[in-house]
């Protein structure tokens, strides 16, 4: 997991894929570069800005991976996971 | 029941004047299942004009006022990124030619995911035409601790709001009685917003005056899942429920098909005892019946490919094949749920194309299309099977295998590889320029098929293939029929060729007269430059034209030329053609040959009522003719070296 | 996300008006609104709003004559969206009565009674009075088929109680009295079913 430094709870910038299977995080925004209408459909599909992901797990061979949002689960190819920004909580997640 | 979708049924479905309602919603919200509901078998499928999107329309009922539903494409949003929501967006506004605005929509939202569904709410309601909702899956939230206040909902949304269950009857009566007063619904003053956080905003008031719970996590779901994604169980079970789907469709298939058709040989069988004219028996048993027969003989693969395919998504498994196999697909350009349909293909290519339907993209359903016909079908099983006889004797051995089984291997793998790479290259020209799709598969909590909407989906594709590739199909037997017996032997042309029309010993003698002096000779020696550099002379050239209605044709077509050419008497035991004395290397190139040409009417019959024109199976047989072709000389050319 | 205020109008009859609902006692007061900082303010100068009132979990908004939801709505919407993220900046007109935290939980209170619960209570013949509320803390009467019922007090704490707290997170608790005065205390599940 990488590391830049940490204010207080917030283990912050990582992308969605470098999450582990189990680990959660806050989606902080959605790379639109190259792929605008992508970074759109991802927010519609409950990846905005401010939303709670879990990793549930990943496929046998290591894409795609199983994410649980807005009470859902839905999976995405790491490539696409990659354009999601997350911050994760030390704390462990509370709210919904 | 004064609300009854299921009145007498009548054909015009698409009558001026009938108010049109539309379903929308987002994939594996219901959907299609309330659709069955209203409609039920009064459903007709067709397409969206110049688009390879299906469109699905039928007629419901509601004491005497009369509805047309049409089952719009299952979309997340309004803004479309594939050709499938460009459709649901261009009906919405009235911009396709030939279909009309919806005067009414309903909305499917599915209980359990509502918040995401709500932001696709406020899309359609932006559109200002009078709107219902209706709520799905209540039952499977409350069983998972959710709760949501039905009538608050309405209150909060300002328009109709109704809730039905899949497997309950009740609130499908009330859906439909509340479509009857469409006229009287409440109109929303102000249109929710569409976007920002504004949007949130309007979502979760909604759901807090709704008193909405999120559901928990399914754990039937999470247990089944620990297990059906599980790197070594998860793959067992994949691929054991592959080999009995595919076991399904070919070996249980299988005796269906030789049912039909020993009915259709019976049927032969009574015309050409009881049919005066030999022509018109002939006519009428081979070309009529045949052909006819040739049409039905598919049904029971469709049938039992798209039951088979219906129990695996409606229980929710069809999306986590397409999980655990996506990673090997994507290598592809393809997704994960393009496999079944290139799986399906093994058996045959009609119910693998017609299975592309699974696939929510447009441009994959072409690229799995184009590659599906190469994967090797059952019907070029006799094909090969003849001409690996004559070009390796039965006996020949590498260590403790036959040569025959590992040519045949080698075909079956020389099929399944350019199927892949195919599709690959059409996905990469489908994809030129565009923004890729981004990939994202909803794994559903695995739910009980309903068996009405598993029926449904088993007996609508079944009537589509019949209804319209019959003509296709029939036609096609008729012409090539006609190119293989025309110009008619008359009596006394055929006892001047030393032949008794009469006797029942000249019978094969007297076809194989036929067949020689036909259109078709004439136009197996007229392609004749076309095939010489494969060193196909005129009699394969009438064997492989035959074929190009159906593969199997060519064993028919081969031996009734043979023996055309040797007289009645070629020994029994040896397989078809083995006295043409054809080399080595032009059997080779015919084996490659039928590799990849398109010889298969129903197949292009298929890809033209999936796509909606003709112009798809005719790049189908163009490439793949271009590839048999070049595949076949290169096929010669490297064996005559190896054999020289 | 968790800054915004959930808002979302229902309609109330007239063509003019709309009900926005927000969470209870968001707003410090009741009644009609004097001025409103930002652009709120501004529509309400220009007679775009030509009257906004405050109710313990509702603005209703009224547009002034020649103005329209289509043509109006969007900008009202969003100023009131703002306005809402500074309960500040409201000032009562003439005629409002402040609002204290228990009196938005007394009307919570009941507009959960008159939903769903209540339905649910009533139509197993039971009855559910809200008395009042204090230093939050809301008190309840279950009468009727509730008397001696098993599941009376799962119903009010889990139901009641739960549904309560999601619209006013600072409830403190539900007690539950018996119809005929304000005598035992049975704030805790097990007194409740021992009682009921």
Redesign the interface.
């Known amino acids: 997991m990488r590391r830049r430094g940490r204010r207080a709870g917030v283990e912050p910038s990582g992308t969605l894929a470098d999450l582990a299977p189990g680990q959660s995080a806050e989606v902080v925004s959605v790379s639109a570069a190259q792929a605008p209408r992508t970074a759109r459909r991802l927010a519609e599909l409950g990846f905005a800005p401010g939303s709670r992901v879990e990793v549930v797990r990943q496929a046998p061979l290591g894409t795609p991976v199983l994410y649980r949002v807005q009470g859902y689960e839905i999976s995405l190819r790491r490539t696409e996971a990659a354009r999601i920004v997350v911050t994760r909580r030390t704390a462990p997640a509370g709210a919904r | 029941m004064n609300a009854s979708c299921h009145g007498p049924g009548g054909g015009d479905t698409l009558a001026p004047g009938v108010p049109r309602v539309a379903l929308l919603g987002n994939p594996n919200a219901g959907k299609t299942s309330l659709f069955n509901r209203l409609t039920g078998l009064r459903a007709k499928t067709g397409n969206y004009p110049g688009v390879t999107v299906a469109r699905h329309v039928g007629s419901c009922e509601v004491g005497a006022v009369r509805f047309t539903v049409e089952d719009l494409p299952g979309t ?2 309004l ?1 479309p ?1 594939s050709p499938d929501e460009e459709v649901v967006l261009d009906v919405l506004d009235g911009t396709i030619p030939g279909v009309p605005r919806p005067d009414v929509l309903a909305v499917v939202l599915d209980a ?2 509502i ?2 569904s709500l ?2 709410l406020t899309q359609v309601l932006e559109k200002a035409l009078p709107t219902c909702v209706v709520v799905t899956f209540t039952d499977e939230l409350a069983r998972r601790g959710g709760s949501l ?1 039905v ?2 909902l309405e ?2 949304l ?1 328009v109709p709001v109704a809730c039905v269950v899949a497997h309950r009857r009740g609130g499908h009566d009330e859906l439909a009685a509340q479509l009857a007063r469409w006229q009287e619904w ?1 109109e ?6 569409t976007e920002g ?2 949007q ?3 979502v ?3 759901l ?2 709704a ?1 909405y ?3 928990h ?1 399914d754990r039937v779901t999470g247990a089944v ?1 620990a297990v059906l ?4 169980w ?2 067992l079970t994949f691929f054991a429920v592959m080999a009995l789907f595919f076991q399904a469709i070919f070996v249980v298939a299988a005796p269906l098909q030789g049912y039909v058709e020993s009915l259709f040989g019976w049927l032969g069988g009574l015309v050409a005892d009881h049919v005066g004219p030999a022509w018109l028996a002939s006519l009428l048993g081979d070309a009529v019946i045949g052909g006819i027969g040739g049409v039905l003989v598919f049904v029971p693969q469709i049938m039992l490919l798209f039951l088979l395919l219906a129990l695996l998504e409606a229980s929710g498994y069809l999306a986590r094949a397409a ?2 196999m ?3 697909m ?1 290598t592809f350009g393809l997704e994960g749920r393009a496999f079944v349909a290139l799986l399906s293909s093994f058996a045959c290519a009609v119910p693998g194309i017609m299975a592309t339907r699974s696939l929510p993209s447009a441009r994959d359903r072409i690229a799995t299309m184009m590659g599906a016909p190469l994967m090797t079908c059952s019907a070029r099983l006799p094909v090969y099977v003849t001409l690996i006889g004559i070009l390796v004797p039965r006996d020949s051995r590498v260590g403790p295998l036959g040569v025959q089984g590992l040519v045949m291997f080698g075909l079956y793998l020389l099929g399944a590889v350019s199927a892949m790479l195919t599709a690959a290259l059409f996905k990469r020209i489908a994809d030129r320029g565009a ?9 559903p909590t695995y739910r009980l098929p309903v068996p009405r909407s598993v029926l449904l989906a088993m007996w609508e594709p079944s009537k589509a293939f019949l209804r319209k590739c019959t003509t296709v199909i029939l036609g096609t037997t008729l012409v090539l029929w006609m190119l293989l017996n025309l110009p008619l032997a008359g009596a006394a042309e055929l006892r001047s060729a030393g032949l008794d029309p009469g006797d029942p010993a000249d019978a094969a003698a007297v076809s194989a007269y036929v067949v020689e002096h036909s259109v078709a000779a004439d136009l197996g020696r007229a392609v004749g430059p076309v095939f010489d550099p494969l060193g196909f002379d005129w009699r394969v050239n009438v064997a492989v034209l035959s074929s190009f209605g159906a593969r199997e044709t060519f064993v028919a077509t081969l031996s009734q030329v043979d023996s055309a050419q040797q007289g009645a008497t070629a020994a029994e035991d040896e397989p078809p053609g083995s006295d043409l004395g054809l080399s080595a290397g032009v059997v080779a190139a015919l084996l490659v040959f039928y590799v990849y040409a398109l010889q298969c009417v129903a197949t292009m019959a298929a890809i033209r009522r999936e796509t909606g024109s003709w112009r798809w199976p005719a790049v189908a047989w163009g490439y793949m003719f271009v590839l048999a072709w070049t595949m076949a000389l290169l096929a010669r050319t490297v064996t005559g070296w190896w054999a020289g | 996300m968790t800054a915004v205020v959930p808002l979302h109008p229902e309609p109330t009859g007239r063509i003019s008006e709309l009900r926005w609902r927000v969470p209870a006692g968001l707003l410090p007061f009741t009644g009609p609104v004097a001025g409103v900082r930002g652009a709120l303010g501004q529509l309400l100068l220009d007679g775009t709003v030509e009257t906004l009132l405050v109710e313990p979990a509702a603005v209703v908004t009224v547009l002034g004559p020649g103005h329209g939801w289509r043509g109006d709505g969007a900008r009202v919407r969003s100023a009131l969206q703002a306005a809402l993220a500074e309960p500040a900046g409201w000032r009562p007109g003439p005629g409002c009565t402040p609002l204290t935290s228990d009196q938005a939980l007394l009307w919570a209170a009941e507009e959960v009674v008159r939903g769903r619960l209540g339905d649910f209570v009533r139509s197993h013949g039971g009855s559910l009075t809200v008395l009042g509320a204090d230093g939050g803390v809301v008190e309840v009467a279950m009468a009727g088929a509730c008397d001696g019922c098993r599941t009376a007090g799962f119903t009010l704490h889990s139901r009641f109680e739960q549904e309560l707290r999601r619209r006013c997170p600072w409830l403190d608790g539900v007690r539950a009295v018996p119809a005929a005065g304000r005598a035992q205390d049975s704030d805790s599940p097990r007194e409740a079913r021992a009682w009921a």
């Open positions: 997340y949003s803004e990124i359990t995911t918040r995401r932001r696709f206040d009538p608050a209150r909060a300002g409440p929303p003053l102000l249109a929710p917003p956080v504004e949130s905003a309007w979760e008031s909604v807090a005056a008193d719970s999120a559901p996590q899942d994604l599980h790197p070594l998860g793959t999980f655990l996506d990673r090997v994507s923004e890729p799709m981004p990939f994202y598969l909803e794994l």
